[in-house]
């Protein structure tokens, strides 16, 4: 006999049940790093359309961090919870690549079975008929059974929505907020109201999901349960079973919410290793993903003077007196005595380049959307020598150098397991390295950097999220591995915040 659902489809909906809870609850992590939202792309404090946390802003600029605003969840309900937005960002891109996985597996075989039709209205008459079902609800009636054949039309029009409409809006706001798309395709994001209104409608779109689920799975066990709750568990019409399916169901309900906590207190037994593990899983995907798409400098006839935002969130407060007593003396002096410490141990060689230098050699000025992983953004145009021009100065690069290591004189905001701060450092890959946007800016809109965003010089990569961009630099060197730098992962906030060490997604 055919079964009614096939195991095809009873499989996809458990997995994508399952996934879906890993989405919402590493995506849940991600907002709890930065609690608000914005349709203004210069996330410009008080312009909020919601928020989840009562904390007021300053609006002055350079005063706070996006780091201190963020909130610590409980592991019982964010992916892992308790201020890991790296970990939560590892899970989501997991997630999403199983999520993908399944929704094509399931897409392909709905058609190739020629169920699509149970789902997909082929005729008008699917409007009026929704109404009627939804009148029906509305007076806390339940249609009856003939209605469904499996699922009557506001089924229809439901699932329809949610598997070709809100699913891949959600994969399209998704891609829209990785920093690697957005040097590529900038018109991309722009598109989506930039960067924010990707984010918004991203959320907005986690809400809708959710209300359907509870919705969805609500109504099976209301609305002729004991059809339903058969047919999804054994795949057949056999009301006889209700009770069986019943215990089934619930059981497989509990079981993934312990599931779900579950992997929250796993990850953050070993975090580390979570990380490590994480990373396996996703590093391949992202190469093929994103590997390819080098930045280019279109971005200029994209982005205009008149996106360059009104205000500039920041991350990092200048270095204090207990951090750099020598960053403090070069700003009271307007850094005519700043050198920049370029060379080391690989190259052989050292230069120590002063302001001067650097404007001497040619300038590079570019229009581009800052994001910090976190999830604000803001539009500037930066000004500075290209990093690579810079490293030509000491000659060919060094056959072992694999990285290049830039330091400042500012420590790091926080440290993994709240160890004493170190020096904040990042290790950039050549890659990374070449790209016609990976500058030492010592301009913002025209005029030098301003002390807080890293006066007087800070590295932009435009591939990557703002955690690679060194504020208040001190060197820059060749050198062959990170490893032996802070924790070995290749940059303070990889240290802390467990992020990959490449940040494009
Ligand atoms: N020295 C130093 N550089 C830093 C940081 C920091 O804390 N210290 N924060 C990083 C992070 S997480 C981000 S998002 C950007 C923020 O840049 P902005 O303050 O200019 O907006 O700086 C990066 N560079
Ligand atoms: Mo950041």
């Known amino acids: ?259 779900w906590i579950g992997l929250s207190y796993l990850t953050l037994a070993d975090r580390v290793r979570a990380q490590k593990v994480l990373v396996t899983v996703t590093e391949p995907v992202r190469r093929v993903a994103l590997g390819w798409m080098k930045p280019r400098m279109g971005r200029q006839r994209t982005y205009t003077e008149e996106d360059i935002s009104e205000f500039h969130w920041t991350n990092g407060l200048p270095p204090t007196a207990d951090e750099s007593t020598e960053w403090l003396a070069h700003r009271d002096n307007d850094f005519r005595d700043w050198r920049l410490e370029l060379g080391g141990d690989l190259s052989g060689k050292k230069l120590y380049l002063s302001l001067e230098d650097l404007r001497a050699l040619p300038k590079t000025e570019y229009i581009a959307v800052h994001s910090c992983m976190q999830g604000w953004t803001a539009t500037s145009k930066w000004g500075g020598v290209r990093l690579r021009d810079v490293l030509d100065l000491l000659g060919p690069r060094p056959q072992d150098a694999n990285y290049v290591m830039v330091t400042s004189h500012g420590l790091a905001q926080e440290m993994f397991d709240h160890r004493p701060r170190e020096p904040f450092y990042t290790a950039l890959s050549l890659d990374m390295v070449e790209e016609d946007d990976t500058i030492l800016a010592y301009e913002r809109n025209g005029r030098p950097l301003e002390l807080h965003l890293g006066a007087p010089l800070r590295l932009r990569v435009e591939s990557n999220h703002g955690y690679k961009m060194v504020k208040w630099i001190r060197s820059v060197e060749w050198i062959s591995d990170y490893a032996d730098y802070g924790d070995g992962r290749g940059g303070t906030r990889e240290d802390a915040a467990l992020q990959a060490f490449n940040g494009r997604i």
């Open 1 to 259: 006999m055919d079964p009614d659902f096939p195991l095809w489809l009873r499989t996809t909906h458990l997995l994508n049940f399952l996934l879906m809870g890993i989405l919402v609850r590493s995506g849940w992590e991600i907002i709890a790093s930065l609690p608000r939202f914005w349709w203004r792309n210069d996330c410009k404090p008080g312009t909020e359309w919601v928020k989840f946390t009562r904390r007021k802003l300053p609006t002055q600029e350079g005063v706070y961090t996006s780091l201190m605003d963020e909130r610590t969840a409980s592991p019982l309900l964010t992916l892992p919870g308790r201020k890991n937005v790296g970990l939560g960002r590892h899970w989501h891109a997991v997630g999403t690549t199983l999520w993908l996985l399944t929704g094509i597996v399931y897409v392909v075989l709905l058609f190739a079975t020629g169920l699509w039709r149970r789902i997909i209205p082929t005729s008008w008459d699917v409007f009026g008929d929704a109404m009627e079902s939804l009148r029906i609800y509305l007076g806390f009636g339940i249609p009856s059974i003939e209605h469904f054949q499996p699922y009557d039309a506001l089924q229809m029009l439901a699932y329809t929505g949610v598997v070709f409409i809100l699913a891949p809006v959600m994969i399209l706001t998704g891609i829209a907020m990785s920093p690697a798309v957005r040097s590529r395709f900038p018109w991309y994001v722009k598109a989506w109201g930039g960067h924010q209104g990707a984010r918004s409608i991203h959320f907005i779109g986690m809400v809708l999901m959710l209300v359907f689920v509870v919705i969805h799975v609500g109504l099976v066990f209301l609305v002729h349960p004991e059809y339903n709750l058969p047919h999804m568990v054994f795949g057949v019409t056999d009301p006889s079973r209700y009770a069986q399916a019943f215990t089934i169901a619930i059981a497989t309900i509990v079981a993934a919410i312990a599931f």
